[in-house]
T-cell receptor
Framework: GNSVTQMEGPVTLSEEAFLTINCTYT??????LFWYVQYPGEGLQLLLK?????DKGSNKGFEATYRKETTSFHLEKGSVQVSDSAVYFC??????????FGAGTILRVKS | GAVVSQHPSRVICKSGTSVKIECRSL??????MFWYRQFPKQSLMLMAT?????????EQGVEKDKFLINHASLTLSTLTVTSAHPEDSSFYIC????????????FGPGTRLTVL
């Protein structure tokens, strides 16, 4: 079946630190990959996506590269800010209609 | 971006009662709405997909008589948890899409249900 595994949190970093949140997947087809972010009290928002191998999604300083050989889509940011504190979800879609999510990783950034 | 609201944000009810959760697309018409459930420290699990004016499609293992979904208009879908029990306590999240595709799916903030 299709599934997503992401690193457990919470991840606590100081402002301007480098961020990596690991995400690996298993899929029966050729999935599109997504990162969603949920700020406190708000709904999930699409952060970035990639639809084929070696594609790099990027937005707001965050990046993730679709690695088919390692079935991974790790999220990175070079310098985090307090405002990046949120829950981050990795997800995949095989059919373009349904999303399969990871468990989410809480990020806390301290000033 | 598009806005999706949920009401209520939190609800506490007694075992055996029914609870209705509303999901509204505020600034667009949603032909498709999705209902998810999230347990603590676990993934969002898709429960069902509903298209306006037709019956919802439930995922395997989700009891359709337990979780009633109505998508009566292009801006409103409701999830009713019937005869709720403590094991139904969870975080319920809806999303809405104008096209039905994942690229255009916008999420509500979620509803925390606690059944005593």
């Amino acid at each position: 079946g299709n599934s997503v595994t992401q690193m457990e949190g919470p991840v606590t970093l100081s402002e301007e630190a480098f961020l990596t949140i690991n995400c690996t997947y298993t899929a029966t087809g050729y999935p599109s990959l997504f990162w969603y972010v949920q700020y406190p009290g708000e709904g999930l928002q699409l952060l970035l996506k990639a639809t084929k191998a070696d594609d790099k999604g990027s937005n707001k300083g965050f990046e993730a590269t679709y690695r088919k050989e390692t079935t991974s889509f790790h999220l990175e940011k070079g310098s985090v800010q307090v405002s990046d504190s949120a829950v981050y979800f990795c997800a995949l879609s095989v059919d373009g209609n349904k999303l399969v999510f990871g468990a989410g990783t809480i990020l806390r950034v301290k000033s | 971006g598009a806005v999706v609201s949920q009401h209520p944000s939190r609800v506490i009810c007694k075992s055996g009662t029914s609870v209705k959760i509303e999901c509204r697309s505020l600034d667009f018409q949603a032909t498709t709405m999705f209902w998810y459930r999230q347990f603590p420290k676990q993934s969002l699990m898709l429960m069902a997909t509903s298209n306006e004016g037709s019956k919802a499609t439930y995922e395997q293992g989700v009891e359709k008589d337990k979780f009633l979904i109505n998508h009566a208009s292009l801006t409103l879908s409701t999830l009713t948890v019937t005869s709720a029990h403590p094991e139904d306590s969870s975080f319920y999240i809806c999303s809405a899409s104008a096209t039905g595709g994942v690229n255009e799916q916008f999420f509500g903030p979620g509803t925390r249900l606690t059944v005593l």
